[in-house]
């Protein structure tokens, strides 16, 4: 696949797989290496171009949004630290 026929991220991934595939053969010479080497940053930099321009639909936008919630609520896994009345933190029991 031919750089210029890299259009979407798939494409990229596919071509990345093709340029690692080709380094770790022991028939690439250096020179070939260093030039699919300087393709793949290119590369990257298109697959981060396209990550960065990428719009969520407003389905998807919602779950992420619920899915932040869900992580910010009291009592979460996400670190929450429980309080007691008088506003220091309270002990937590041993489960043993």
């Known amino acids: 696949m031919a750089e210029s026929t890299v259009h979407t991220f798939e494409d990229i991934t596919a ?5 690692i595939t080709t380094v770790r053969s ?3 010479s250096l020179e070939r290496s260093l030039d699919l080497f300087d393709e ?48 220091a933190p309270a002990a937590k029991a041993d489960s043993d």
């Open 15 to 19: 071509r990345l797989d093709e340029i």
């Open 26 to 28: 022991k028939d690439t």
């Open 40 to 87: 793949a940053i290119k590369l990257g930099s298109k697959a981060v171009e396209l990550v960065d321009s990428f719009d969520m639909s407003p389905t998807e936008a919602a779950m992420l949004e619920e899915a932040q919630e869900s992580d910010a609520a009291p009592g979460s896994e996400s670190g929450a630290t429980d309080v007691a009345a008088d506003g």
